[in-house]
Every structure is written in structure tokens, then in C-alpha cells.
């Protein structure tokens, strides 16, 4: 008969904690904030050739738990430099919404992304805007 009391009582916690978990996918909870231009964000000069960049590996950045739970949505503009061997170096946020939520993994994707190898001293101060929307994460608009 003890047995069958903490079957019971186990079989109730977890139903209870199945009711806890979050049903389905993603669930927003806030509005996604406006992109910005990313012509006004680019300096003069920059990222000289980058129209003939040729990925070879853009491994997607991970959509933060904590983000995905709060049903938070954004995105971030990455600041990055292609080395001549096609590796990004120098890689930062230039700007990001809301502020601070996505753009550690933002850059700990980038700084892992390969490019065919380019000319002369590489590219400087490329901009890549990532969208974190609806549980999702894409490159670009």
C-alpha cells in the first residue's frame, strides 16, 4: 500500500509540472522594435568588395533560451572584418534591440563564419543585420 500512495503522489507531480511547461513553440510577448537603416549605420568606405563575398559556412546564431521563454524579439547589426583568408575577425555590435538580449550570440556565431578567401588586405567594418523574430533567427530582411 506504500508503494501505491508514492506512485500517486509521483504520478500527481507530474502532471502538475507538465501543466508548468511552456505549450507549443515560440509565444511573443513583446512587440518587435523597429530595424534601423542599415545605409545610415554604414561609414564611408566600408567593407570595400564585400558584394563579392562568398559564404562557405554562416552558422546561424542561437536563439537565447531566456529570450525564447519571455517571448522577446529583436535584432542586432554586427560590425565585422573578413581577413584575407576568409575568417571574420574584429566582430562587435554596432547596434542591437533591445539592447543587450541578443547580441552575445550573435557574436559568438559570427566570429565563427568562413568566406572564400578575398584579395589584398581583406574587408573592413562590413555590417550583417540578424533577426531574431517569432522564435527564429535569420541573416538579413
Known amino acids: 500500500m506504500h508503494m501505491t500512495w508514492q506512485n500517486l503522489l509521483l504520478f500527481i507531480a507530474l502532471i502538475v509540472l507538465a501543466n508548468c511547461a511552456p505549450k507549443g513553440g515560440f509565444r511573443l510577448h513583446h512587440d518587435y522594435p523597429s530595424p534601423p537603416s542599415i545605409k545610415r549605420l554604414t561609414e564611408p568606405g566600408a567593407c570595400q ?20 521563454r519571455q517571448g522577446r524579439q529583436g535584432w542586432v ?57 517569432l522564435g527564429k533567427v535569420r541573416i538579413g530582411r
Open 77 to 133: 547589426v554586427a560590425k565585422l572584418d573578413v581577413l584575407p583568408n576568409g575568417q571574420t575577425d574584429h566582430v562587435s555590435v554596432k547596434q542591437s534591440a533591445p539592447e543587450g538580449v541578443f547580441d552575445r550570440s550573435t557574436v559568438k556565431a559570427v566570429r565563427k563564419w568562413q568566406f572564400q578567401p578575398v584579395r589584398d588586405a581583406g574587408l573592413k567594418n562590413c555590417l550583417v543585420f540578424i533577426d531574431y523574430r
Open 49 to 68: 568588395g564585400g558584394d563579392t563575398l562568398a559564404a562557405l559556412s554562416l552558422p546561424l546564431p542561437k536563439y537565447p533560451i531566456f529570450a525564447r
